[in-house]
């Protein structure tokens, strides 16, 4: 079947640790993105990639990196020095190139959790 | 400052009752206007608009876009229970995506 994943599901870090969440699409999809959700508040934009070896910073790029090897795979890493890592996280992916005309498709999402 | 403001933020109802669900946006340069729902956890398409004035339908759903006010409205008619999850708004402009804060619908029986 042709879709997003990612994971894990549930992420739990100690502060001062860095994690990396996954991301990976089998859909043929050029373009993906890397959202942070919280409460009352939409999704915001933190890295998206419209090719293999590119990407650019979104609205909340800080404390975070991002790597585009291949094209099925956009791994997030969320650093020490990101201050209030704690939120869900969406993982999305959409044909090229990135484009207002393109819906995304999500994956299921990491709730990272910062102890 | 581009935005997208969604209203209500949180919105109760029952079954059977029709709801509308607001989408505000100032951007340059627009260029859609995509509506997803969003259950548990991740977000599912529902419509994109571009033009003005034409209602795109599915089911009991339906969306609208007016271009110069600048806004536009989801209808979910004869609600279900099934229809309880966060609706977002997002707004393409440029080479951009802006998302809305999203209006939480609960549906009672």
């Known amino acids: 079947d042709g879709g997003i994943t990612q994971s894990p599901k549930y992420l739990f870090r100690k502060e001062g640790q860095n994690v990396t969440l996954s991301c990976e699409q089998n859909?043929?999809?050029?373009?993906m993105y890397w959202y942070r959700q919280d409460p009352g508040q939409g999704l915001r934009l933190i890295y998206y990639s419209q090719i293999v070896n590119d990407f650019q910073k979104g609205d909340i790029a800080e404390g975070y990196s991002v790597s585009r090897e291949k094209k099925e795979s956009f791994p997030l890493t969320v650093t020490s020095a990101q201050k209030n890592p704690t939120a869900f996280y969406l993982c999305a992916s959409s044909m090229a190139p990135v484009s207002s005309y393109n819906e995304q498709f999500f994956g299921p999402g990491t709730r990272l959790t910062v102890l | 400052e581009d935005k997208v403001v969604q209203s209500p933020l949180s919105l109760v109802v029952h079954e059977g009752d029709t709801v509308t669900l607001n989408c505000s946006y100032e951007v340059t340069n627009f260029r859609s206007l995509l509506w997803y729902k969003q259950e548990k956890k991740a977000p599912t398409f529902l419509f994109m608009l571009t033009s003005s004035g034409i209602e795109k339908k599915s089911g009991r759903l339906s969306s609208i876009l007016d271009k110069k006010e600048l806004f536009s409205i989801l209808n979910i008619t004869a609600t279900q229970t099934g229809d309880s999850a966060i609706y977002l708004c997002a707004v393409g402009y440029n080479n951009d995506m802006r998302f809305g804060a999203g209006t939480r619908l609960t549906v009672k029986p």
């Open positions: 859909l043929n999809h050029d373009a």
